[in-house]
């Protein structure tokens, strides 16, 4: 089975400081992926996606993220940041199978990040 | 245009009493998928659904929980004899039949506690 991991567990960061967030996902074949943002008391929000293509993806909010196929990463980036990038950030994984299951979203456990005015 | 709506958004329990949880789609989204999120856990995976069928419950305990979206009204995720270890944050999203159907949007959550 799929698994998606978030290496950095709370990131805690200036506001204009630069961000990068790692994500890597163990599966060999063709995947979706997704990275999500949960501000406090708030739902999940799609941040950004990749099906195919451009590796570099662009999302809301000047975030972006690179697929990097042969490291399995999919990294999400934001040159600057303020404070209301504080939020908890979700990596995941959807596997390009036929089945059924081909529907679930594998999470990562989540970055909290944490951004000081 | 509403998003999917979740409700309760609190929820109490005493253990060995039963919990609902209610989630609407979006409009026009006939996919439904409930994960679980444990404290400090990223989301699990529990079921997907379509109108009035389970496609994929490999997520889903084998006992005391049950997962339904009818041909009419919300999906509803039940639970049964709740204990201590329910207690987490059970999210719905819905996703439409055809184009972009990977994308998936998330309701506010229903957040059980169990006593």
């Known amino acids: 089975a799929q698994s998606v991991s978030q290496h950095n567990h709370h990131v805690i960061l200036s506001e204009a400081a630069s961000l990068e967030l790692g994500c890597n996902y163990s599966?060999?074949?063709?995947?979706?992926l997704f990275w999500y943002v949960q501000y406090p008391g708030q739902h999940l929000q799609l941040l950004l996606k990749y099906f195919s293509g451009d590796p570099l993806v662009k999302g809301i909010k000047g975030f972006e993220a690179e697929f990097i196929k042969s490291k399995f990463s999919f990294n999400l980036r934001k040159p600057s940041v303020q404070w209301s990038d504080t939020a908890e950030y979700f990596c995941?994984?959807?596997?390009?199978?036929?089945?059924?299951?081909?529907?679930?979203?594998?999470f990562g456990s989540g970055t909290q990040l944490t951004v000081l005015p | 245009n509403a998003g999917v709506m979740q409700n309760p958004r609190h929820l109490v329990r005493r253990r060995g009493q039963e919990a609902r949880l209610r989630c609407s789609p979006m409009k026009g989204h006939s996919h439904v998928y409930w994960y679980r999120q444990l404290p400090e856990e990223g989301l699990k995976f529990m079921v997907y659904l379509q109108k009035e069928n389970i496609i994929d419950e490999s997520g889903m305990p084998k006992e005391r929980f049950s997962a339904e979206f009818p041909k009419e009204g919300p999906s509803i995720l039940r639970i049964q004899q709740v204990v201590r270890g329910d207690s987490a944050a059970y999210f719905c999203?819905?996703?439409?039949?055809?184009?972009?159907?990977?994308?998936?949007?998330f309701g506010p959550g229903t957040r059980l506690t169990v006593t």
């Open positions: 599966y060999g074949g063709t995947v979706n």
């Open positions: 995941a994984v959807n596997p390009l199978i036929s089945s059924g299951s081909a529907r679930q979203l594998t």
């Open positions: 999203a819905s996703s439409p039949p055809r184009q972009n159907y990977y994308e998936q949007y």
